[in-house]
């Protein structure tokens, strides 16, 4: 099986690595070209544009940004059409519902077979191949590619024959996520507000009740206040929260806490925190209660 791979970044350059190493034949794109050069050094196929990528391969994988950023390179720049038909595209991007509608009509229009597979899982996981894959499609299709997703991930969860389907499951997992930043962060700055240090308090909680990876990855970051590099940038965060609260009113599902953390988002990126981790959320209830920061960074006040 040929793979073209586009998008080489934090998450994409493991993801492709790791199917190198299990014998795969990859071209690969990047818009900088640092990321394609070291997997070339690998045994890659270096490739100057998408549609360069897409040329000659049976199933094309996307893991890009966002909905802009994805349509300028699937789209514009060429890659749907250099495939071939029966060819599959695997979006594992976290992209907008609309967006996972219009990638299908298109494929289908080209004679192209459509999949979109988000994952669940930092950096860390990604480099370790055990992601969680939320995938939605036709089954056939979805069988044909399931041997790269056993790559990839420790289980791949099918969602439906509707691409969109995984896309909604991604959106509502990333709003649980937003949401445990967001209590983690008002938590602490509670206890420390009341002279306990929310260091403590976030050991705590993460060591006994709250004893799961969201939590005790983003606690030990907002513990430490150390926001670099970033696993999951905010301004994605805030992308998510953003297409979470489409989601639902497009099915008429009230989000209020999503709301919330839509306007504690905005406070992060006004501040110009938006390439920062995402538990630089953290800063927004410290802000908001006039602590300072604690460990970390210092207590400048940005």
């Given at each position: 099986m040929n793979i073209g791979f586009l998008g080489l970044g934090t998450m994409g350059a493991p993801m492709a690595r790791n199917l190198l190493k299990a014998g795969y034949s990859l071209r690969v794109w990047n818009r900088s070209r640092g990321p394609v050069d070291a997997l070339a050094a690998e045994g890659a196929a270096p490739t100057a544009s998408p549609a360069q990528a897409a040329l000659g391969v049976d199933v094309l994988i996307a893991m890009l940004a966002d909905d802009d950023t994805s349509r300028t390179v699937l789209c514009d720049g060429g890659a749907l059409?250099?495939?071939t038909r029966g060819a599959i595209v695997v979006n594992m991007a976290t992209v907008s519902l609309d967006f996972a509608r219009e990638m299908q009509a298109q494929c289908e229009t080209l004679g192209l077979r459509y999949v979109a597979a988000p994952v669940l899982g930092?950096?860390?996981?990604?480099?370790?191949?055990?992601?969680?894959?939320l995938v939605a499609g036709e089954a056939s299709v979805i069988d044909t590619v399931q041997p790269l997703f056993d790559v990839l991930g420790q289980r791949t969860w099918r969602f439906g024959d509707t691409p969109e389907q995984a896309n909604v499951?991604?959106?509502?997992?990333?709003?649980m996520i937003a949401s445990a930043i967001e209590s983690m962060s008002e938590a602490a700055a509670l206890a420390q507000g009341h002279g306990v240090a929310g260091s403590d308090f976030l050991e705590m909680v993460t060591s006994t009740i709250f004893n799961?990876?969201?939590?005790?990855?983003?606690?030990?970051?907002?513990?430490?206040?150390?926001?670099?590099?970033?696993g999951f940038k905010l301004a994605l965060g805030?992308?998510?929260?953003?297409?979470?609260?489409?989601?639902?009113?497009?099915?008429?599902?009230?989000m209020p806490f999503a709301s919330v953390l839509r306007d504690s988002h905005l406070d992060s990126l006004a501040h110009d925190e938006g390439q920062l981790d995402w538990a630089a959320l953290s800063?927004?209830?410290?802000r908001r209660a006039g602590l300072p920061r604690g460990q970390g960074e210092g207590n400048d006040e940005s």
């Open positions: 059409h250099a495939l930092r950096v860390n996981v990604a480099e370790a191949g055990k992601l969680n894959v499951v991604k959106l509502a997992s990333n709003f799961t990876p969201a939590y005790t990855g983003y606690g030990g970051a907002i513990s430490k206040q150390v926001f670099e590099p970033a805030a992308k998510d929260v953003r297409l979470a609260l489409l989601a639902g009113e497009a099915a008429n599902v009230p800063r927004v209830a410290l």
